[in-house]
């Protein structure tokens, strides 16, 4: 059985720090991460995906990938009030379409 | 722009009714996907499809049937809908790279 851990949160940080959203996934054979955001009542959106081990930087966010600890990490920096949400993490396996989610972390940013 | 539509954003069924849930995508993707939400239980994959006529059953298919008659469309079915599957449900299809791009979701409520 495949699974994805996230803490539920929520995770509260004032505007302008750093949100750390972590994640440990099961399967050793997982190839491929991805981090999604969805706003309340909202449909799930891509913010970023990571292949390979060490830090991948997308404006505000960076994900970090530690194969070997088999972890997954999103950064948010210098974080919005409009970053509150909830954070998906998800993983595949090499040769397979589907993906594993994780139940998500809500994060609040206050003003 | 990777497009996913959905046939409705809500809808209010009767227990026993056949309920048909409808995803259209343009960007010509072989894989789609039909997951459901469920507070405190994350997303879910009901079914999914890698080819026209061709399925797979996800993690909770019971209860469930899917179409996929064109490449652009796929469908999912509920045969004699309960008050158990009252909840959002998301299609996503599959595009590059190795990436899930959802739709705007459904709320289903079965009375």
């Known amino acids: 059985q495949k699974e994805v851990e996230q803490n539920s949160g929520p995770l509260s940080v004032p505007e302008g720090a750093i949100a750390s959203l972590n994640c440990t996934y099961s399967?050793?054979?997982?190839?491929?991460f991805f981090w999604y955001r969805q706003y309340s009542g909202k449909s799930p959106e891509l913010i970023m995906f990571?292949?390979?081990?060490g830090d991948k930087e997308d404006g505000r966010f960076t994900a970090q990938l530690n194969k070997a600890s088999q972890y997954v990490s999103l950064l948010i920096r210098d974080s919005q009030p409009s970053d509150s949400a909830t954070y998906l993490c998800?993983?595949?396996?090499?040769?397979?379409?589907?993906?594993?989610f994780g139940k998500g972390t809500m994060l609040l940013v206050s003003p | 722009d990777v497009k996913v539509t959905q046939s409705s954003r809500y809808l209010v069924k009767r227990t026993g009714e056949k309920v048909f849930l409808e995803c259209v995508q343009d960007?010509?993707?072989?894989?789609m996907f039909w997951y459901r939400q469920d507070p405190g239980l994350g997303l879910r994959l009901i079914y999914f499809s890698y080819d026209v006529k061709m399925k797979e059953k996800g993690d909770i298919p019971e209860g469930y049937s899917v179409s996929r008659e064109k490449k652009e469309r796929f469908s999912l079915i509920l045969e004699s809908a309960s008050t158990n599957q009252t909840s959002m449900y998301l299609c996503a299809s599959l595009g590059p790279p190795d990436t899930q791009y959802f739709g705007p979701g459904t709320r289903l409520t079965v009375l």
């Open positions: 399967d050793r054979g997982s190839q491929s």
């Open positions: 990571i292949y390979s081990n």
């Open positions: 960007m010509d993707h072989e894989n």
């Open positions: 998800a993983v595949n396996t090499e040769g397979y379409s589907t993906l594993t």
